[in-house]
């Protein structure tokens, strides 16, 4: 209450005065530079801003970022003291200015000979707050503390803050980077202040150039917040200096400063109050005199979704347009597009975007504006995962033509899906790649493709074919995976054996991979393959030794119960046509026990799965690999029933005609001969 008295009683003043010249200089506002710019932006304060206050922050969207020069004026034309605290390609232009006349309404104006701002102004409120990349290094002594601060990368971004309270980096990643505060606050009246640092790496605060407390090494925040890490100064009534540096290197964030004014008991945080108000403006209104017209519009990432490196932000955009009553169009580089004053758009990737605003009157495009816009991460969401974002931006995509988008979009949108475990979006995006393979040459694209063969099997046989497809793109010599290559041709020779039944192609493919480039999973599933190429060949004995000498991974007295258990459990999940965990079970029941991939019981499951997921030609496949094995099996019968239902469905006639009269001559009373009847009489 003090503080804002102090503050009400100076601008009282500083108002009182400001009439006179506002009054002196009405008479010439309409020869004022406002009057004659080509480009100016009306401002105001926000409705929720802080108010009164002696300093004003705009942004400057980049949409003028070749307009020349631009100043700050009164609504009289008068220059208005500013400062640039952060400009860079395709970001906005973030400004701070002399509002201590309270004055509400000011005028940027764009132009190449504007009179100068005063030069003298120094603003003294609220919480400045600037970050830098550093490197992780030992910061247990003051000069080792110095010596990191000057080694710190460019400067991330600038802005003004509430209050000295940071547990994220608001301009770039939340990990290794420096944090420098300066706040301005008012002393209500002279004594001993105490001020405390609450962080979670080295920090430092200092109050008028006089180093308070400091905490440095690496250390829990916990450990401060009873203010044990707290120094004193003697400081008189009035305006003041705090400087706060604090160092986060990776784990928990916390950035903290507390004081104990004369009188009080116990340390509590710096509020937002106990500094001196900032105010933060807004666009109003856009006039502009320029042939071809100027488009104003801004640009805010509100929220995004990420799975480690892969982020896709939504942006918002307004259009400020002085109350025109046209209609406003945006192109998006994307291949996007949406309509409106307003409007949000979700980018599959962040960086340097292009957007075109267009204005249409009548029928006719009267203005344009294509702009270079920097796209980043919504840096202050706590949650970088959210299903909702995620769902909002799935359902996006699915409903863009990605004809029309670029590769590197679509490839950030299979990134995307493929972390996310989402088959629908994989596949969608996937078949556009496909579909334009020769624009995607890269290694990172081959494995890309490698993922997609792996994503688009177990999808009916349109997914099969897609996955073959995928594979042998992968391998193509343009996109030189190198090492990759090997795990590829597993795979793909894996497909071949178990869909097309191209057992030529799939040894081929073995004989080619270096057991030196796999990880131990994918060595023992080589060997596996080669079992699984003696077995499709009707070498069955050779093919139960070479099973053998691989062993199960799962011995002892449980693990009959565990086998049995997995195979019950794949069975239920078919019954429920929950057919992603079925097949899941039942690769981890055959990749444990090799002996399964020759059990009759098992095989037909895994071929039911196939019916069921419309995989005709991979249960086809698997019927001709059991035939042999279930000669004198009880479940032979359905075995053949498979093969007739796969045969049919994939185009081998003739194969499931002679399968057919197999069934029917040598299982004349199986309820499987019965199926076939009352089915396939005509055959």
């Not at 000011?106 to 190449?112: G, K, N, P, R, S």
């Not at 299903?387 to 699915?398: M, P, Q, R, S, V």
């Not at 996310?420 to 556009?432: N, V």
């Not at 119960?561 to 079925?582: K, S, V």
Request: glycine residues 8%.
């Amino acid at each position: 209450m003090i503080l804002q008295s102090i503050l009400q009683n100076a601008f009282r003043w500083v108002w009182l005065g400001s009439l006179v010249a506002t009054a002196a200089l009405s008479a010439r506002a309409q020869d004022s530079v406002i009057n004659t710019s080509p480009l100016r932006l009306r401002i105001e304060p926000l409705s929720n801003s802080a108010w009164p206050a002696t300093v004003g922050t705009f942004e400057i969207s980049p949409c003028l970022a070749s307009a020349g020069r631009f100043g700050v004026f009164t609504a009289a034309g008068k220059p208005v003291a500013f400062q640039t605290l952060w400009s860079a390609g395709g970001d906005v232009t973030y400004i701070r200015f002399d509002t201590s006349t309270l004055a509400k309404t000011y005028y940027i104006c764009f132009d190449t000979n504007l009179p100068p701002a005063p030069g003298s102004w120094k603003p003294q409120a609220g919480v400045l707050l600037e970050t830098r990349p550093c490197a992780e290094q030992s910061v247990r002594t003051m000069a080792e503390f110095t010596q990191l601060l000057n080694s710190a990368g460019p400067v991330q971004g600038r802005g003004y803050v509430p209050e000295i309270f940071l547990g994220i980096n608001p301009f770039g990643p939340g990990t290794f980077y420096t944090a420098t505060f300066t706040g301005w606050f008012v002393a209500p009246g002279a004594g001993s202040f105490g001020f405390a640092t609450v962080s979670s790496g080295p920090s430092s605060l200092m109050v008028d150039g006089q180093l308070v407390t400091e905490w440095l090494g690496r250390h829990p925040p916990n450990g401060g917040r009873r203010g044990q890490h707290s120094g004193e100064i003697r400081l008189g009534a009035g305006l003041h200096r705090l400087e706060y540096t604090g160092i986060q290197f990776d784990g928990e964030a916390a950035a903290e400063a507390a004081w104990k004014p004369p009188g009080a008991d116990h340390y509590v945080l710096m509020s937002a109050n106990a500094f001196l108000p900032v105010a933060r403006f807004r666009a109003t209104s856009f006039e502009t005199t320029t042939t071809p017209e100027t488009l104003y519009f801004e640009a805010h990432t509100m929220e995004h979704c990420a799975l480690d490196e892969s982020v896709v932000p939504r942006v918002r955009f307004r259009v400020v347009d002085n109350y025109q009553h046209r209609e406003y169009r945006w192109r998006f580089d994307d291949g996007g597009a949406a309509a409106g004053l307003n409007t949000s758009h979700f980018f599959p990737q962040p960086g340097l975007r292009n957007v075109t605003l267009e204005a249409w009157a009548g029928g006719q495009l009267v203005a344009t504006n294509a702009v270079r816009l920097r796209v980043t991460p919504d840096w202050m969401q706590r949650d970088w995962w959210r299903d909702d974002i995620f769902n909002d931006a799935k359902n996006d995509f699915l409903h863009r033509d990605l004809a029309k988008m670029p590769p590197r979009d679509i490839a950030a949108i299979i990134t995307l899906a493929d972390r996310a475990d989402d088959r629908e979006l994989l596949t969608y995006a996937g078949k556009m790649m496909v579909q334009r393979a020769p624009e995607f040459s890269t290694a990172a694209d081959g494995i890309e493709f490698y993922k997609l063969g792996i994503g688009f099997q177990h999808q009916g046989d349109d997914g099969d074919a897609l996955a073959e497809k995928s594979f042998r793109l992968a391998l193509a010599p343009e996109r030189n995976l190198g090492a990759v290559a090997d795990k590829v041709k597993l795979r793909l020779a894996d497909f071949l054996m178990d869909c097309p039944g191209d057992l030529a192609g799939a040894e081929s493919l073995l004989g080619e991979v270096r057991p030196g480039s796999l990880t131990g999973d994918e060595k023992r599933l080589q060997k596996l393959l080669a079992g699984d190429l003696l077995l499709a060949r009707g070498k069955i004995e050779e093919a139960r030794q070479q099973f053998l000498s691989i062993g199960s991974r799962q011995n002892g007295a449980n693990s009959e119960t565990t086998r049995a258990a997995r195979l019950e459990g794949a069975n239920i999940f078919i019954e429920h046509d929950q057919f992603d965990e079925a097949r899941q079970a039942l690769d981890w029941l055959t990749f444990e026990f090799p002996l399964e991939r020759m059990s009759v019981g098992t095989s037909l499951l895994a071929i039911e799965l196939a019916l069921k997921q419309k995989e005709f030609r991979r249960a086809f496949t698997g019927c001709q690999r059991l035939l042999p094995v279930a000669e004198n099996d009880p479940q032979q019968s359905r075995v053949l029933f498979a093969t007739v239902e796969s045969g049919l469905a994939s185009g081998k006639t003739e194969e499931a005609r002679r399968a057919l009269a197999r069934l029917l001559k040598e299982f004349p009373y199986s309820e499987s001969a019965a199926k076939a009847k009352d089915r396939w009489p005509s055959k």
